[in-house]
């Protein structure tokens, strides 16, 4: 053989297990793209996740916040009920007491006097029905100032359960959720 034609088969040869390498080469470029595939839509699942509890992170913060600040309304609006309810049984107390005082009167009034004491009765009765007539009127206003805040209570506490009961579905949607 020449010089030539060793040189041109070890050209060939050279060239072949080139050839060769870069096949061999080429052929796990597939599984390396697949697996960086899989590797990055893993990562963008993770992303996706945190973004979605990061999400849930702050509605939570904002449903916990309206629910406390619902409860301070509950609180405020049942402290007024009650101060309601003491001074309507303060009212209605007053309110008997004045009509027993009048019954008395009356009856006193109905027996044998002497004409000063018919005008000083006469006087302390109708004293007492303006009273008793204001009283009334009081009570009247404090009966439909407690059906008001009753109503307004039953309203926030319904509000306040719907807050609740969101934070529930919130808690329920986050992976890993305990079922109560």
């Known amino acids: 053989m020449t010089r030539r034609t060793i040189g041109a088969t070890t050209v060939f040869c050279l060239a072949c297990l080139l050839v060769s390498g870069l096949v061999s080469a080429q052929a796990p ?3 390396r793209d697949a697996s960086i595939e899989l590797l990055l839509a893993e990562v963008r699942g993770l992303r996706a996740e945190l973004n979605q509890a990061v999400s849930a992170g702050i509605r939570a913060q904002l449903l916990v916040a309206r629910l406390q600040l619902q409860e301070q309304r509950i609180n405020d609006m049942v402290r007024q009920l009650t101060r309601a309810q003491n001074e309507l049984a303060s009212v209605s107390a007053q309110r008997e ?8 009167l009356e009856e006193v009034q109905n027996g044998p006097l002497a004409p000063e004491d018919r005008r000083a009765i006469d006087q302390d009765l109708t004293v007492i029905r ?3 007539e204001h009283e009334t009127r009081h009570h009247q ?8 805040l009753t109503n ?15 934070l529930n579905e919130l808690e329920d949607s986050l992976p890993g959720a305990v079922r109560r």
């Open 29 to 31: 470029a597939p599984q």
């Open 130 to 132: 303006s009273r008793l």
């Open 152 to 166: 307004a209570v039953v309203a926030e506490q319904a509000r306040w359960a719907d807050f609740n009961s969101r």
């Open 97 to 104: 007491q004045m009509v027993v005082e009048l019954k008395r």
């Open 141 to 148: 206003e404090l009966l439909q100032r407690e059906a008001s």
